[in-house]
């Protein structure tokens, strides 16, 4: 039996090569198996919770994170792509899931109290932000979902989805829902670094390469990557662990073979770093080169992307509002039927 895979992003500003690697590779990748079912959320309702006054930056992302997607192959024939808050069954779902969870398990979410921590709302935590794990499980549950592909951050909401379906089933004494699996990333891509080699590469910390930089752009950021600080003359032997420019080949370059001997050269003296950043960055240009010559494409054309939003919202609102109305019946609720 296919999968039916439902995955997707909050909308927050463009997409680098820790979501390439991290998800857009695979997602891309489950999307060629035409046994899969695939639907690719935009979560801006999500997105929302903690940017109440700030809608007009979620609208734009959601127009650079779409754009994103299709640059990278994500196909609107293959995959389902649509725009959460375009789909009210979600909402009403969400009200239905929220009476079985209590707002102490909300509380001891990891991924909720870490973001909590993070985000610095001190005492004034929005309401609808607490609640976000019911809401994504209403995401999961609405399309009938028997897998979510995410990082293992998003692993806590899996949990609670799950737990969803399980409680309403058994109170509701039905198998209306479908309870998802998780599906990590491949081995090793997880999360990519930064190229300061500090932390994992992300917007806040400003160490990224976007998948819309462009060639230059993507050249000198390599040309500025963290190496081995120690290896300081060209004959010097250096070090290969912790230098991001051998993680980002291990990563990206498929010569395996090309990577080993760079390796040994370069522990053994005698390669320097010019010459290793020279060739990631050809490494890196032949990934992102198709990727900017699709988004060629569609960019400038918001209303071509907008048209592919609402083609795949209005695909995904008839199949919500299938499982919506199976919910209804299971509780008892339809009354007018
Ligand atoms: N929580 C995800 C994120 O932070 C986005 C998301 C919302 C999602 N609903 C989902 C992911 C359902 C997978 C399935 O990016």
Redesign the pocket.
Known sequence: MGKVI?????PSGKLHLGHYVGSLKNRVLLQEDTNNEMFI?I?DQ?ALTDNAKNPQKVRESIIEVALDYLAVGLDPSKSTIFI?SQIPQLAELTVYYLNLVTVSRLERNP?VKSEIEQKAFNQSVPAGFLV?PV??AA??TAFN?TH???GD??KP??EQ?REVVRDFNRIYKTETLIEPELMLPPKGQGRLVGIDGKGKMSKSLNNGIYLSDSADEVEKKVMKMYTDPNHIRVEDPGQVEGNVVFTYLDIFDEDKEKVAALKEHYRAGGLGDVKIKRYLNEVLQSLLTPIRERRKEYEGNEDYILEILQAGSEKAEKIAAQTLDDVKTAMGINYFK
């Open positions: 439902l995955t997707g992003d909050r959320m979560a999500q959460q991924t976000y809401s994504q995401d999961i979902a979510v592909p995410v951050d998003q909401m899996l989805a």
